[in-house]
């Protein structure tokens, strides 16, 4: 596995953008990130849009799309995605978002559980070690 941070500036606007990024990178045991200008709900103004995009590829290959208008919490919650956890409806969870009708806004000082801890430490164990 490389250590090698690659970084580069795209809008990923539709499920084609997101095919487009993941073609070009190959790699299985890597958790690709873009920082992205633009995520689709970004432009309409909406001061709760989402700023990361997690997607997982049927292959197993994971991508996230960073807005350059993200909070630093958000990476750490899109790799958490990555690294097999889902929503968290408590705001001082980093995992805590709004999802459908559900409200969630998450709290400056949000962290990990123990048990997520553990979780993406087994998941990140798999990720160099297919």
């Known amino acids: 596995m490389d250590d090698v941070l690659e970084f580069e500036k795209v809008d990923i606007l539709s ?17 690709h990130v873009f ?17 990361g995009l997690h997607w997982k590829k049927m292959d197993g290959r994971d991508f996230i799309g960073l807005s350059e208008l993200a909070k630093k919490e958000t990476l750490a919650h899109e790799i958490g995605h990555a690294l097999s956890l889902s929503h968290h409806m408590k705001a ?3 995992m805590c978002a709004t999802d459908g009708d559900v409200e969630c806004t998450r709290e400056d000082n949000a962290s990990f559980t123990a048990d997520q801890g553990d979780q993406m430490r087994r998941a ?7």
């Open 92 to 94: 001082w969870n980093l």
């Open 15 to 31: 499920d084609r953008d997101r095919h487009k990024l993941s073609s070009s990178y190959q790699d299985f045991d890597t958790i």
């Open 124 to 130: 990140a164990w798999k990720l160099g070690h297919p």
């Open 35 to 51: 920082v992205v200008k633009q995520l689709p709900n970004e432009d309409d103004g909406d001061q709760d849009a989402y700023r």
